[in-house]
């Protein structure tokens, strides 16, 4: 195997023990064809230079990287599915694969799978992914990254041959073994088992893991507890603000679903919003609605409480309390940032800023069934840089309802950031990438009739066209966690 030099191994979560982890081998397939290999994010950790032969190797038969795991690990976890609370969960049909360092940044992150086999966490389960799975999470973490949301990236999917039971498929249905490059797998369930078990001994050292690792300058606070829980509030306030600027709706925010860093990941029912509705579902089954797009801050600051909850074993309520306090404000301070982000506006004071907040979530209830989530941030980028372009595009005629009289008066007070980016080929085209369920759908039917791979990678390759066109990476906007 060839890695560059930037391959930085840092196997760390292993030296946790098997209190933490469970060593597992990956599933022996009877095929594995590479299907998807994300180069971009390879070259931020030193694997693009793998021939695909060494590439299937490691993410398709998941022989060990150099100085790394020698064996995959099956994280313990524990945690709240739909408010109950579920003590047999854990990684089921996936382990952590690998640990390394990202090039620039220095930060830690995890190669992490999902279906590569049967765990001691399976239950019932076969442990396996099926291939219309994968494709889902590849497209839906590559648009959240281009609209700027924190979330995990699809690195490698590999088709594997095996013929898939499935209620929500056709089936049988084709299996794969998708692997995830992210920041961190610790979920709030990771503490939750511990908690469970009565360990404040696991959870201290837990603590020390996560501040240690992901928030080394946190390091020499005195209740590591409650500043780990101030840093988890904030980061998770962040990811969800970029979630609902970007209309999106994970589907299934169980405490096992959200990550000590704030970064979005497994991506199962997800759905984008087709428009403005506080009520929309991702699962079918969720029946009640309790993780509908309006109700995730409400989810969100749910699982914190779990959370702090677990950390009331190991420090003082008061420094928890006040964290937890803190999430009005932080997601305040969040969505303000992400919504302007995502209309490309220099900031101004709080209050107007605010007031273009919720103009724009009535402007997008006033446009109803006929205005799209995207197309709204996609016609007004840039605000008031950008009216020509809304006034002459095919959404014109609703734009100048009354409506939207508001929004745009406002609007036309922000200065815009960055407006250069408008040159971008991108904004010369009446519509923006959108992902929604029927794009989905479109895509992954010429996979299912012909084995016909290249529409996806078309959009796939547009969808990057967006990211460089949006460049919200480039706008160095903060995140505690290293
Ligand atoms: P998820 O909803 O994907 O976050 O999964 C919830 C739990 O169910 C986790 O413990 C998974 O590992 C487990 N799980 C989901 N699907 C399977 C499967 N096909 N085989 C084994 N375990 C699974
Ligand atoms: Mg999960």
């Known amino acids: 195997m060839t890695s560059s030099p930037a391959y930085r191994p840092d196997p760390k979560f292993m030296a946790l023990g098997r209190d933490f982890s469970d060593p597992v081998d990956p599933a022996d397939f009877p095929m594995t064809r590479l299907r998807f290999r994300n180069d971009r994010a390879a070259a931020t950790v030193g694997l693009e230079t793998l021939s695909d032969a060494a590439w299937i190797a490691a993410f398709g038969r998941f022989e060990p990287l150099p100085g790394n795991q020698p064996q995959p690990l099956a994280m313990r976890y524990h945690g709240h599915q739909f408010r109950s609370y579920n003590p047999d969960l854990g990684d089921g049909r996936g382990f952590l694969f690998a640990q390394l360092r990202e090039q620039d940044s220095d930060r830690l992150l995890d190669l992490a799978t999902k279906g590569s086999g049967q765990t001691p966490w399976s239950r019932q389960g076969d442990g396996r992914l099926t291939l219309k799975g994968g494709m889902r999470e590849i497209l839906a973490a590559s648009l959240l990254e281009a609209l700027g949301v924190p979330t995990s990236r699809a690195f490698s999917l590999v088709e594997t041959g095996e013929d898939l039971q499935r209620g929500d498929e056709p089936s049988p249905t084709r299996s794969a073994v998708l ?238 950031d960055r407006p250069e980016r408008l040159d971008h080929p991108i904004f010369a085209q009446p519509d923006p990438e959108e992902l929604l369920i029927e794009h989905v759908e479109a895509l992954w039917a010429p996979i299912a009739s012909q084995d016909d791979w290249s529409p996806l990678h078309a959009k796939l390759d547009r969808i990057e066209a967006a990211r460089r066109a949006y460049g919200f990476g480039d706008d160095g906007a903060e995140n505690n966690a290293v």
Not at 397 to 402: D, I, K, T, V
């Open 179 to 416: 692997t995830r490059l992210s920041h961190s797998h610790i979920r709030f369930g990771t503490f939750q088992r511990q908690a469970y078990f009565e360990r404040p001994d696991l959870i201290t050292v837990l603590v020390d893991h996560a501040v240690e690792t992901y928030y080394p300058h946190l390091a020499d606070a005195p209740d590591r507890p409650a500043v780990l829980m101030r840093a988890v509030v904030e980061a998770s306030a962040r990811l969800l603000a970029g979630w609902m600027a970007a209309g999106f709706v994970h589907g299934v925010l169980n405490t096992d679903n959200m990550v000590i860093t704030g970064e979005s990941f497994d991506y199962g029912p997800w759905r984008f919003l087709p428009r403005n509705d506080p009520n929309f579902t991702a699962a079918y089954f969720d029946h009640s609605g309790l993780y509908s797009f309006g109700r995730q801050p409400e989810a969100v600051f749910w699982n914190l409480q779990q959370l702090a909850a677990c950390l009331t074993l190991v420090t003082d309520q008061a420094g928890l309390l006040d964290a937890l306090n803190g999430f009005s404000d932080a997601y305040r301070d969040a969505l303000r940032a992400a919504m302007l982000r995502r209309l490309a506006l220099k900031p101004r004071d709080l209050a107007t800023d605010m007031n273009l907040v919720s103009a724009a979530f009535k402007a997008l209830a006033a446009g109803g069934d006929t205005l799209r989530w995207e197309p709204f941030f996609f016609d007004w980028f840039g605000g008031s840089a950008s009216e020509g372009r809304a006034m002459a595009g095919p959404r014109a005629a609703l734009y100048g309802e009354e409506a939207f009289a508001d929004f745009r008066r406002r609007l036309a007070e922000f200065e815009p």
